[in-house]
């Protein structure tokens, strides 16, 4: 069982009770800190950026409206991200544009996490067995680690792939959402949730372990 979703803190009340107020810098600062991430979690659900930002606009307005009902049972930030997937996932039934779960998965049920190809076949000494020893960060230079070319690998490898893991990786890895947090948001089970990182994070480790592999010496 995940660990329950996090209730509202402190600073998520007082944030409500500025919002409440009228605090028009406040909510700037709100939408300004979470466009992004609401644009691009909308856009799974419709057929278009321009149908995401209307998706937005809306749940926007559904935020506002239900802020004095708000009972900090969760906090803020799942509050809010709820409303904007439900809104979405209203406005993609309406236009008949929803897709399956399956479909933003992009991944059969036993996929697996690992291609094959990296292990040794049947009929080798050693079948099952890796063909070779996946590459440590350890075995790469730190500067070309931390170097900006390799951050816009690992980003491209994210967005590479399937939307449903992608949008996972992100909110744990990315922003640091807890996994009770992302399930709670995008209707996931624990299990699926888990399923989608594992993979996430697999299919991004082999990317970025074939471009730092370039130009490591062989021992």
């Known amino acids: 069982m995940p660990d329950p979703v996090p209730a509202a803190s402190p ?25 992004a991430s609401m644009l691009r979690l909308a856009r799974m659900y419709v057929s278009s950026t321009a149908i995401a930002e209307e998706v937005v606009q809306d749940a926007w307005v559904g935020i506002l ?8 049972r969760s906090s ?10 439900n809104t979405a996932k209203t406005r993609g039934q309406r236009e008949g544009s929803s897709v399956p779960f ?3 998965a992009g991944d059969a049920p036993d996929e697996p996490a690992v291609s094959p190809d990296r292990f ?23 500067d070309r680690l931390l170097a900006g070319e390799t951050l816009d690998r690992v980003r491209a490898a994210v967005d590479a792939l399937p939307p449903m893991q992608a ?3 992100r909110l744990r890895d990315v922003l640091g959402w807890s996994s009770a947090e992302v399930c709670n948001v995008l209707d996931l ?18 990317a970025l372990e074939e471009y730092l592999g ?4 062989e021992p």
């Open 120 to 142: 040794l076949p049947a009929g080798t000494q050693w079948p099952g067995h890796w063909a070779s020893v996946p590459m440590t960060v350890d075995d790469v230079p730190e």
């Open 102 to 104: 399956s479909s933003l």
């Open 11 to 35: 600073e998520d009340l007082q944030l409500v009770r500025r919002l409440l107020e009228g605090d028009q810098a406040t909510f700037r600062s709100l939408v300004d800190k979470t466009r």
């Open 65 to 72: 409206q239900g802020l004095p009902k708000f009972e900090g």
């Open 214 to 217: 370039e130009g490591v010496a």
């Open 76 to 85: 803020l930030r799942t509050w809010m991200f709820r409303i904007l997937v």
């Open 167 to 169: 949008e996972v990786i």
């Open 189 to 206: 089970s624990e299990s699926n949730q888990r399923v989608l990182l594992h993979r996430a994070r697999s299919k991004v480790r082999a």
